[in-house]
């Protein structure tokens, strides 16, 4: 189980609208972004909630990528339902309705197959209840989370006091601001390794990531893409491909390792925003993966 | 002369507010901070005028770097002078005030010694004195401009008549948009193209720079820094050190050249945001380009 991930997150119903076109009631939610990514790399167990309404062919596509969702709890009531539409610039969301559903009651009990993953990824839920399932584990190698402005401003104590207990966060630029009440990125990144993390990755959208190990930083461009369809869950896409790869590894600890994976989150979430949902992620191939990847890594070679 | 750039452009007291500190009438201009960083690598002269107030130890700076001053006319009256301070972001300057007093009659005119460059730089001035400069020449093997908002706007006709006869267009993001009112920066690159200029960089500030050429192309992301003391002169900055390395190249018709040519303005202008005007780069030898040079590639690799 050494190379299997539990990821702890949402898994939701979503209706977006862009410039570009719209869906009603889309596979989405932050465990299956994930998942859909880290999947290409390595095993992938969900445990999350959805309602009696969850579409069986949602599962089914889930099931393909063989993302175990035998801790995917069924709830009576209706599955989490986010409705949002982007700017133009496709850079800032405005949520039209969130309705939690049972997701309100989420409550993750792990099984035994649970706890015995190697990898943890807590998605962006209450650190509350990150901590809750953090708790239950038993002694994963690299336990990595994620977060959002929501928590920093309602549970910065739970988030801080669970951040000790984590190797890597990702946050994006302005949640690093936030959290540490400090501009610059690698001062704040500084201050996010003093609570815990030994690895802090901000995530920028389309200005590409960075990441801080050891008192270094590497940052690396987005892939640049002509159509840009939708933006959802591309940070979780991107994080599932640097788990998932990490996942694959005997050893993370490595400035080597730490870089490919970068470049496989970026890769992978450059698939994500081509299409809505996981329209795009969902039917990649490992050769779809390489060529973009091999591309992406010779675009940053200078000779 | 083949190597020999001649630089058109401002050459000005800045005075400049940010949360680090302030100038006052400091050295500045757009062929000053180009001057100062392409001259690092290829002979540089300067077109420009100044007043007669323009003090001599900032004339002697620029002589001991090497750059031809004899095209510096000097008229009665004031140099030019511009007042400024960034918000807390360091990102968006607002003007106080800009004295153009003896630019504003700037009317260049080349001596045989300027002709005969092989590679000319037409900063951001207007674009129909770009053009009665370009006119002047004898045939440059390469021909870049830079530009700004204020000309796209009020003098499009004159941007699009040079830019048939330009080799290279540096542009930021929202230039680029608003030139091509095209929000995607890969779609605004090629109506750019179809223009004219064979290559068009997009500086994007701390998000780095993208380079299209021959349909393809290069993103490269900005080198993190820890304390941005001035961002002024930064994108000038950046290509000086571009088109400095390019002149010195026999051929900048490879991607591989232009690869490195992004790489060393992206190195310069990291140093030229450290300090404020030309403080840093003023003394900057050739192992501290080097040394961050190679750091900058390295970090880039991926293996």
Redesign the interface.
């Known amino acids: 189980m050494k190379n299997t991930i539990l990821v702890v997150g949402s898994v939701a119903l979503d209706s977006v609208r862009t410039i570009y076109g719209r869906t009603n009631r889309a596979l989405g939610g932050s465990a299956v972004h994930f998942s859909m990514s880290a999947s290409q790399f390595s095993p992938v167990k969900i445990v999350g909630v959805v309602g009696r309404d969850f579409p069986a062919p949602f599962r089914r596509l889930l099931q393909r990528r063989n993302i175990c969702l035998k801790g995917l709890q069924v709830l009576p009531g209706k599955t989490f339902h986010w409705k949002g539409r982007y700017d ?2 496709l850079k800032n969301a405005v949520t039209i309705a969130t309705h939690l559903n049972v997701f309100e009651y989420f409550k993750p009990k792990l099984a035994p197959r649970h706890c015995e993953c190697g990898v943890l990824f807590l998605a962006n839920i209450d650190p509350d209840l990150q901590w809750d399932v953090l708790n239950q584990m038993c002694g994963p190698r690299l336990v990595a989370c994620d977060t959002m402005n929501y928590w920093i401003t309602l549970k910065k104590k739970s988030l801080v006091k669970l951040l000790s207990k984590v190797n890597l966060l990702f946050v994006n630029e302005e949640e690093a601001r936030q959290l540490t009440k400090e ?5 704040a990144a500084r201050i996010i390794t003093g609570l815990g993390p030994q690895i802090v990755v901000i995530k ?1 959208g ?3 990531a ?1 990441l801080f190990y050891g008192g270094e ?12 369809a939708d933006p959802t869950g591309a940070g979780d896409t991107f994080a599932g491909g640097f788990i998932g790869y990490l996942a694959a590894c005997p050893d993370w600890r490595s400035f ?1 390792v730490l ?2 994976a970068m ?1 496989y989150g970026t890769v992978l979430s450059s698939f994500s925003v081509e299409d809505f949902s996981v329209k795009r992620t969902g039917r990649l191939s490992k050769s779809d993966i390489n060529d973009r990847y091999k591309k992406y ?1 010779k ?5």
């Not at 501009?183 to 001062?187: E, G, I, S």
């Not at 930083?217 to 840009?228: D, G, H, T």
């Not at 675009?299 to 000779?303: Q, Y």
């Open positions: 133009r610039g501009h610059n990125l690698l001062r920028r389309d200005s590409g960075m930083v590497i940052s690396l461009p987005a892939r640049p893409i002509e159509k840009v080597r870089k490919r470049a890594v675009s940053l070679s200078i000779d």
